[in-house]
């Protein structure tokens, strides 16, 4: 395993970029720790694979160092990195049985047959694929195909780390949450470094211990899933990460309020005095988490029109209008919401953010 740093790294498709907009990855600095789960989340797009295969070495930035442990590995292939990636679709060899697939990369390297043995066993029995080593990948589904690649991908013992790009895109989803559940326990095990790319948040969240969120090119924020749920730098990381997302209020700051769509919004001190002195473009973020709805005006309670109610298990979702402005409201199963009613909103105090250009304000 290996520590990656990423020095002022920037990327272009084009020769001669000229201005930002140019750039499919924007200058950047990121690290890598060694043995760490990481993931690069965004919509299609943004930039994850184009970071990705700067790492493994299938493209040279346009600017910037890459660094494992210390070296510089600009140029160099992904052989002389020691990669391992697992790419969206399967990429095994269909006239070879399971077991043979998963003993190439180890005997590709001249690895003693018996450590071949012992390893491939190991990560059959970690993947479920025990039963399946001696039939001919040709005959096994897509599903299959694609845990035998990601075996694949985890069977050398010293690779500097193992990239992942979209590996669960052909798998069915009935089998992604089993196969989430075991690329942890692997990472667990194995103590190996993981880099995960995917536009699926529950995937993110679910494998990585540090989540980068990109868009446009551009990390906006990087933090443990606590982190990127609690205090979303960005608005598209309120929104992106959650179901439902973030509440995201334009609004204009007076005399201790928040106003959205005329309606005044109780707002922390903290945040008045910031929101005051701010020259951009302002929204209070807020996620349905932190709302409640009542039939009642007291306690501070904003106005709404009810349009929607959707029973989720053990909780609805309650989506309403603060004028033409929606807004999601997380309440338990017993909570009785009539639509026709009169409909009070009632924000936490303590779990509001603020933001100036889309960027979360540092409260003063």
């Not at 973020?285 to 029973?311: A, L």
Request: charged residues 25%.
């Amino acid at each position: 395993m290996a520590r990656i740093d990423m020095q002022g790294i920037a990327h272009s498709y084009i020769p001669k970029p000229k201005q930002e907009a140019d750039y499919a990855v924007k200058r950047l600095d990121l690290n890598w720790e060694n043995g760490g789960a990481y993931a690069l989340l965004g919509p299609s797009g943004c930039g994850k694979t184009t970071l990705l295969n700067i790492i493994s070495g299938i493209l040279d930035p346009s600017e910037g160092e890459i660094l494992f442990d210390n070296k510089k590995v600009n140029g160099l292939h992904t052989r002389e990195r020691n990669i391992a990636q697992v790419f969206q679709f399967p990429v095994i060899y269909d006239t070879m049985t399971v077991y043979d697939n998963l003993a190439f990369p180890l005997r590709n390297r001249k690895v003693p047959e018996q450590r071949v043995k012992i390893r491939v066993q190991e990560i059959a029995e970690i993947l479920d694929l025990t039963s399946d080593l001696g039939k001919r990948a040709s005959g096994l589904n897509a599903d299959i195909k694609q845990i035998i690649s990601l075996g694949r991908g985890l069977v050398r013992e010293d690779v500097s780390a193992i990239l992942f790009d979209e590996p669960l895109t052909v798998i069915d989803p009935h089998v992604k949450w089993l196969i989430r559940r075991q690329l942890k326990q692997i990472h667990e095990q194995l103590d190996l470094t993981m880099i995960y790319v995917t536009h699926d948040q529950l995937e993110a969240l679910t494998f990585a211990d540090k989540v980068n969120v990109m868009l446009d090119g551009a990390v906006i924020q990087q933090g443990t899933p606590e982190d990127l749920f609690e205090a979303p730098a960005h608005t598209y990381v309120g929104f992106f990460i959650g179901s439902p997302g973030m509440n995201i209020l334009p609004c204009t700051i007076e005399h201790g309020h928040a106003l959205v769509e005329g309606q005044k919004i109780k707002i922390p001190a903290a945040i008045s005095k910031t929101g005051a002195a701010a020259q951009g473009s302002l929204k209070l973020g807020i996620r349905p988490e932190f709302c409640d709805i009542t039939s009642s005006s007291e306690n501070g309670g904003v106005p709404v029109r009810v349009k929607k109610v959707e029973s989720l298990g053990n909780y609805h979702i309650v989506t309403a209008k603060i004028g033409e402005v929606i807004i999601k409201v997380k309440v338990p199963e017993k909570a009785q919401i009539n639509p026709d009613s009169d409909n009070h909103v009632i924000f936490s105090q303590d779990h509001m953010i603020l933001y100036e250009n889309e960027k979360a304000l540092n409260l003063q």
